[in-house]
């Protein structure tokens, strides 16, 4: 025969660039919110993938391929024996060993070895004239087989399937696993025939009857039946015969219904497709919805962080240890207590002596504003915690746990440490500004003018009263520009303690607009299909 599956379908060209993008957009969904629908979620979109990959894309790629036939069915069902009486001869093993077909064999016509599908490449391929030009035969592994590794193998076969030939027996044809492939296939237009193999003479009626019940109330009444007898001989190949209205359905469908069979699979795969796009969306929308309250939750939290204590929520700050050094500093005999004697400050002993003790201050201070800060941080991502996790199972106490405490804390002492050097460094730049900052800068140099006006932002009444002598009094303004620029760095480290509970939430998917890519790609393919 020299029939060809011809692609009638419009706009090929759009419609391969259709599922194209639908794939790429699909591979990159991500579903991190465990909502009740989660795991489904993910196994629908790596179906999808799967679908796009093995079966819808090459389809349209390869518009010449061969239909596909899976001969499919449990374990022991008889499905190799089946296909070597198709084909007349013994090209696929058979036998009482289970599995007994452990790789798919795929049987094709000579003339169709150039344009076979990528079904091919994990498959035994073999050429004979016994299988009608226009399809490709699959004797395919076991739906219930013992091997994990086969089950998904007969799964991925049937998914890509354009025709399925379930073969099951007296002793099977209940079986739960091959009715949930048949309504799948069902589902997105597959084409169907049953084989009833092994039955005796004795329950032939019965059991024939039984099963025409049972697929009428599975709505599959229209699929093809075919009964092969039970071999009294105990031969291991049927006679051709036995099979030959199996065998003349096939070469009908070769003659006249192999492109028929390959449009309205792909029909139905794709209307399956459009479909399995708006759950997706929709459940885009609802992991898009959880994260926005999680998020608002944190945010709110965090604004309730930042206003904590009011204008003067520095005054919390520890500064006894400021408060000490900078007494004994200024006390008589100390290294700043005759700052206004310029001659004495020139003197190298007394410079060493005042260097030395700004340096013992200005760690405190680093010491003291750091600790604020992180504990305010720490503080914050308590109270996000607390009300993330308030309530059963609730996506905020998934996004509480994706944090760990011991990473959460090293990055918030070192954010601390960091934000603190740098309020220094404006501190400083603000210091220089003021009126008579030389005279206090050729005493006790820039750094030590800074260290001052830090100390004086965080209410040291001695660091203020340096300051006055050596620079001005009126020291005011430059305070409270000190303490505004704390504020913000305080501001700043509760701010990216958010921005990292949040951080999971931080993908793509989870944004209000990415359901609206998918509903387009949706959109495309009804407009093509």
Same mark, same amino acid.
């Given at each position: 025969?020299?029939?060809?599956?011809?692609?009638?379908?419009?706009?090929?060209?759009?419609?391969?660039?259709?599922?194209?993008?639908?794939? *790429?957009?699909?591979?990159?969904?991500?579903?991190?919110?465990?909502?009740?629908?989660?795991?489904?979620?993910?196994?629908?979109?790596?179906?999808?993938?799967?679908?796009?990959?093995?079966?819808? $894309?090459?389809?349209?790629?390869?518009? *010449?391929?061969?239909?596909?036939?899976?001969?499919?069915?449990?374990?022991? @069902?008889?499905?190799?024996?089946?296909?070597?009486?198709?084909?007349?001869?013994?090209?696929?093993?058979?036998?009482?060993?289970?599995?007994?077909?452990?790789?798919?064999?795929?049987?094709?016509?000579?003339?169709?070895?150039?344009?076979?599908?990528?079904? *091919?490449?994990?498959?035994?391929?073999?050429?004979?004239?016994?299988?009608?030009?226009?399809?490709?035969?699959?004797?395919?592994?076991?739906?219930?087989?013992? %091997?994990?590794? +086969?089950?998904?193998?007969?799964?991925?076969?049937?998914?890509?399937?354009?025709?399925? =030939?379930?073969?099951?027996?007296?002793?099977?044809?209940?079986?739960?696993?091959?009715?949930?492939?048949?309504?799948?296939?069902?589902?997105?237009?597959?084409? =169907?025939?049953?084989?009833? +193999?092994?039955?005796?003479?004795?329950?032939?009626?019965?059991?024939?009857?039984?099963?025409?019940?049972?697929?009428?109330?599975?709505?599959?009444?229209?699929?093809?039946?075919?009964?092969?007898?039970?071999?009294?001989?105990?031969?291991?190949?049927?006679?051709?015969?036995?099979?030959?209205?199996?065998?003349?359905?096939?070469?009908?469908?070769?003659?006249?219904?192999?492109?028929?069979?390959?449009?309205?699979?792909?029909?139905?795969?794709?209307?399956?497709?459009?479909?399995?796009?708006?759950?997706?969306?929709?459940?885009?929308?609802?992991?898009?919805?959880?994260?926005?309250?999680?998020?608002?939750?944190?945010?709110?939290?965090?604004?309730?962080?930042?206003?904590?204590?009011?204008?003067?929520?520095?005054?919390? =700050?520890?500064?006894?240890?400021?408060?000490?050094?900078?007494? *004994?500093?200024?006390?008589?005999?100390?290294?700043?207590?005759?700052?206004?004697?310029?001659?004495?400050?020139?003197?190298?002993?007394?410079?060493?002596?005042?260097?030395?003790?700004?340096?013992?201050?200005?760690?405190?201070?680093?010491?003291?504003?750091?600790?604020?800060?992180?504990?305010?941080?720490?503080?914050?991502?308590?109270?996000?915690?607390?009300?993330?996790?308030?309530?059963?199972?609730?996506?905020?106490?998934?996004?509480?746990?994706?944090?760990?405490?011991?990473?959460? %804390?090293?990055?918030?002492e070192r954010r601390a440490s960091d934000a603190t050097r740098a309020w220094l460094t404006k501190v400083s730049e603000q210091a220089l500004r003021i009126p008579g900052a030389?005279?206090?800068?050729?005493?006790?140099?820039?750094?030590?003018?800074? $260290?001052?006006?830090?100390?004086?932002?965080?209410?040291?009444?001695?660091a203020r009263a340096v300051l006055g002598v050596l620079v001005t009094p009126s020291l005011g303004d430059a305070v409270h520009l000190a303490q505004a620029e704390l504020t913000?760095?305080?501001?700043?480290? $509760?701010?990216?303690?958010?921005?990292?509970?949040?951080?999971?939430?931080?993908?793509?998917?989870?944004?209000?607009?990415?359901?609206?890519?998918?509903?387009?790609?949706? @959109?495309?393919?009804?407009?093509?299909?």
């Open positions: 025969m020299t029939i060809r599956p011809i692609k009638t379908w419009s706009y090929p060209g759009a419609l391969l660039d259709a599922l194209v993008d639908t794939r *790429a957009v699909v591979a990159d969904l991500e579903f991190p919110i465990p909502l009740g629908d989660a795991e489904d979620t993910e196994r629908l979109r790596a179906h999808m993938v799967e679908q796009l990959d093995h079966h819808l $894309i090459p389809r349209v790629r390869e518009e *010449a391929s061969p239909a596909i036939v899976v001969v499919a069915g449990s374990t022991g @069902a008889g499905k190799s024996t089946v296909v070597n009486a198709l084909l007349g001869e013994q090209l696929t093993a058979s036998g009482v060993l289970r599995p007994t077909t452990k790789i798919p064999h795929v049987f094709h016509h000579p003339l169709d070895a150039d344009v076979l599908s990528t079904i *091919a490449q994990e498959a035994t391929v073999i050429a004979t004239e016994a299988v009608p030009r226009g399809l490709a035969l699959i004797d395919s592994p076991d739906l219930d087989s013992v %091997r994990g590794e +086969n089950r998904d193998i007969a799964e991925r076969l049937l998914e890509a399937a354009d025709l399925w =030939i379930f073969v099951t027996t007296a002793a099977r044809y209940g079986d739960a696993v091959p009715w949930e492939a048949l309504r799948r296939g069902a589902e997105r237009g597959a084409s =169907i025939a049953m084989v009833l +193999n092994r039955v005796t003479v004795d329950v032939a009626a019965q059991v024939r009857r039984e099963l025409v019940d049972r697929l009428t109330q599975e709505d599959l009444e229209t699929l093809p039946l075919f009964v092969i007898p039970e071999d009294t001989e105990g031969g291991k190949q049927l006679p051709k015969d036995v099979v030959g209205g199996l065998g003349r359905w096939l070469d009908s469908v070769a003659a006249a219904s192999a492109a028929t069979i390959v449009e309205r699979t792909m029909h139905g795969a794709t209307e399956s497709l459009k479909e399995w796009l708006e759950t997706l969306a929709e459940r885009m929308d609802d992991q898009a919805s959880a994260a926005k309250e999680v998020r608002a939750e944190v945010r709110r939290c965090a604004a309730q962080a930042e206003h904590r204590g009011g204008d003067t929520w520095f005054e919390e =700050i520890a500064t006894g240890s400021l408060q000490a050094r900078w007494r *004994a500093a200024r006390a008589e005999g100390g290294p700043l207590h005759k700052l206004r004697h310029s001659a004495w400050g020139r003197r190298r002993s007394a410079r060493e002596q005042r260097d030395a003790v700004l340096a013992e201050i200005r760690a405190d201070l680093l010491e003291s504003v750091e600790a604020s800060l992180s504990s305010a941080a720490a503080d914050a991502q308590d109270a996000m915690v607390a009300a993330l996790t308030h309530g059963d199972e609730s996506p905020g106490k998934w996004l509480a746990e994706q944090r760990d405490p011991r990473e959460a %804390r090293t990055v918030r030389e005279r206090g800068t050729e005493m006790i140099g820039e750094e030590g003018v800074a $260290i001052a006006l830090a100390c004086a932002a965080l209410g040291v009444d001695d913000g760095a305080r501001r700043y480290c $509760i701010n990216r303690e958010a921005l990292d509970m949040m951080k999971p939430t931080d993908v793509p998917s989870l944004l209000p607009e990415t359901s609206s890519t998918v509903r387009l790609r949706r @959109a495309e393919l009804r407009g093509l299909m």
